[in-house]
């Protein structure tokens, strides 16, 4: 039986473990963070002050930081084991994506293209706060096309990988703010982002019913995994060949569908078969965003049903892939 996370109102946004797995962020579209141990799911603290819908976080390394990115037009950063809020920036529109480097030293986040303002990714450095004081990030990149739905850091922090609403991906330096490659796999609004452990690979989950296996480096596509509704979000096993995707109709689509509840299942898919092996239902809506443990042993899902679901894996499932 999973265990079940109850902290939010509204639909989770975005789940993630930090690096050692220990703990797990969840943000959702009302203006609570929560933090929770991922071994036994007790909620460990909120980090508040947002006044609006959260839609990303992330934290850095040795999870002294976490950064969190909403739509009241700010990108926060805090302190991971006080709940104290050290820096805050104000952005001229909703704050999509956010991230840390390799480091620690340096986030980037992504502004929404609304209410006539440009989507733009800005870069900060941590170390000198006259950065942050002053809102003068050291480097801001102009995205006029298609606005960025989802961006990570790449290895070693020398690039991002941002995807677009219109489907592409691309890779910006973070040093020159240039655009090194620009590919275009899907058809659709690219949702959610994931690197693998090694981060030499990464998945993306796209409103065109797919999840995409690609190389870091290159942005070389490497395998497909389709299925018949949008895909929300995709996650790499840090041990196995495995992914897991969760997706569903939107919200607003779903009574318009057939009366089976529109299969709000996560799938489980081998990386190098495509095929897949594996579901687990439990959502009362479409899962929006999905994440594997650090040490492969347990995966968390979160739902438009404003739950959070940590599953671990039957000892059978380690078995299984051993001998396969």
């Not at 390394?61 to 805090?78: F, I, M, P, Y």
């Not at 986040?109 to 950065?131: I, P």
């Not at 592409?168 to 240039?178: C, D, I």
């Not at 495509?274 to 042993?297: L, Q």
């Amino acid at each position: 039986k999973p265990i079940l996370l109850q902290g939010h109102e509204r639909s989770i946004t975005q789940i993630k473990y930090n690096r050692e797995g220990d703990l797990l962020f969840t943000v959702a579209k009302d203006p609570i963070v929560n933090v929770w141990y991922s071994v036994n799911g007790e909620r460990l603290g909120t980090y508040n002050g947002h006044t609006g819908a959260v839609w990303c976080v992330d934290a850095d390394w040795d999870t002294r930081h976490v950064l969190t990115g909403s739509a009241d037009n700010s990108c926060r950063l805090w302190d991971c084991e006080t709940g104290k809020q050290l820096a805050l920036v104000k952005t001229s529109s909703a704050v999509r994506t956010c991230g840390f480097d390799f480091g620690g030293n340096i986030i980037m986040f992504s502004t929404d293209k609304q209410m006539g303002y440009q989507c733009f990714v800005s870069f900060f450095d941590l170390r000198d706060s006259s950065q942050i004081e002053n809102n003068e990030p050291y480097m801001k990149i102009p995205c006029s096309d298609s606005k960025i739905t989802s961006a990570v850091w790449g290895p070693l922090g020398e690039f991002i990988i941002a995807g677009h609403e219109n489907g592409e991906l691309n890779q910006f330096s973070a040093k020159s703010g240039e655009q090194l490659s620009n590919v275009k796999e899907h058809t659709k609004q690219i949702n959610d982002i994931q690197t693998s452990r090694d981060m030499t690979m990464f998945i993306t989950a796209s409103k065109d019913n797919t999840a995409k296996l690609f190389d870091c480096t290159t942005l070389e596509h490497l395998k497909t995994f389709r299925t018949e509704r949008p895909v929300n979000s995709a996650a790499l096993s840090p041990i196995f060949d495995h992914v897991v995707l969760g997706g569903g109709q939107e919200a607003m689509d779903v009574t318009t569908t057939s009366t089976r509840i529109g299969k709000f299942e996560a799938r489980f898919f081998h990386l190098a078969f495509e095929e897949e092996f594996g579901r687990v239902k439990g959502h009362f809506g479409p899962i929006n965003s999905v994440a594997f443990h650090p040490d492969g042993k347990s995966y968390s899902s979160g739902g438009e049903d404003g739950y959070v679901r940590i599953h671990y894996f039957d000892p059978q499932y380690f078995e299984f892939e051993f001998e396969a």
